[in-house]
C-alpha cells in the first residue's frame, strides 16, 4: 500500500524534520531491520521517500493522533 502525503516547509525546518525521520528510522528499527531512504528532483520540487519494515503505527495511535497533533506516546 502506497500513501503520499505533501507539505510546504522552510528550508531549515524541512532540514529538522528529515533528519528527525532518517534519525527514527534507524533508532527504532528491529535487530537487522531494513530502513530505505530516497529522493527524487521534480522541477522545483523534491519527492523525499522513507521505508522501513517496522509494524507501524496501530490503529489506536493512529486515531489518537488525528485528534491531537501533539500527542506522544513517550
Known amino acids: 500500500m502506497s500513501h503520499q502525503h505533501f507539505a510546504r516547509a522552510e528550508r531549515e525546518k524541512a532540514n529538522v524534520a528529515l533528519c528527525n525521520l532518517v534519525s527514527d528510522g534507524l533508532k527504532f528499527r528491529p535487530e537487522q531491520g531494513l530502513v530505505q531512504f530516497g529522493a527524487r528532483e521534480h ?19 493512529l486515531g489518537k493522533l488525528e485528534n491531537n497533533p501533539f500527542y506522544s506516546t513517550q
Open 43 to 61: 522541477d522545483l520540487h523534491m519527492e523525499i521517500n522513507i521505508k522501513d519494515d517496522r509494524a507501524g503505527i496501530s490503529q489506536a495511535t
